[in-house]
């Protein structure tokens, strides 16, 4: 399939309006400044970057071509730089985009047996739609440091029970819009609406 390349795409051409809104939200609750401090300096970013390295292969020209080719088709499309591709053996059909100062995808190796390609388009488009809307910071953040502050009590991170629960309901709310983004992108890069419906 020859796909149109979106020259000139920019993140305000498909990010979903309640995502905006509810970014705006999550920004304004107190506190919020004090856990996006903490998470640079505890190195969450690098942590979870070195973690991934260990855990997954890392795809390329040489290794798993075919797949890496799809995320520079799908990167190509979207207008994009294309990020790091790793590969994890994991009975669970699913992906991620993570890396703040450098963005990778994981797919998990059970999606690729269960996806056909023209899904796993979508697929890469998806994650690739989280690094381009610039989500990867704030879900890093909201599965990392909000599950944190819940284990370890308000006290660590210097922050009071209320402003917490604030903080956790609001991230959880914006969490659920930006997959909606993340699933506009996966269309323009699998351009095909029963693709990209089979493909969720």
Not at 33 to 55: C, H, I, P, Q
Request: with cysteine; glycine share 6%; charged share 20%.
């Amino acid at each position: 399939m020859d796909r149109l390349v979106l020259k000139g795409l920019t993140k305000d051409d498909f990010v979903a309006d309640t995502d905006k809104k509810a970014l705006e939200a999550l920004e304004k609750v107190p506190m919020f400044s004090t856990l996006m401090r903490k998470f640079f300096e505890l190195g969450v970013d690098r942590w979870l970057y070195s973690w991934n390295m260990a855990m997954s292969v890392r795809c390329g020209p040489k290794q798993y071509d075919k797949l890496h080719a799809m995320l520079r088709e799908s990167a190509k499309v979207l207008d994009m730089p294309e990020p790091e591709l790793y590969i994890r053996n994991n009975p669970f059909p699913n992906a991620s985009a993570g890396g703040v100062e450098r963005p990778y995808i994981t797919v998990h190796s059970s999606a690729i047996d269960t996806l056909t390609d023209e899904e796993l388009y979508h697929l890469m488009g998806h994650e690739l739609g989280h690094i381009k809307c610039d989500h990867v910071l704030y879900m890093t953040m909201a599965r990392v440091m909000v599950p944190l502050l819940n284990q370890l009590g308000s006290q660590t991170l210097g922050l009071g029970d209320a402003a917490s629960w604030a903080l956790a309901a609001a991230f959880y709310n914006w969490l659920q819009q930006a997959e909606i983004s993340a699933d506009r992108a996966g269309l323009l890069v699998a351009q095909d609406f029963h693709t990209s419906a089979s493909a969720n």
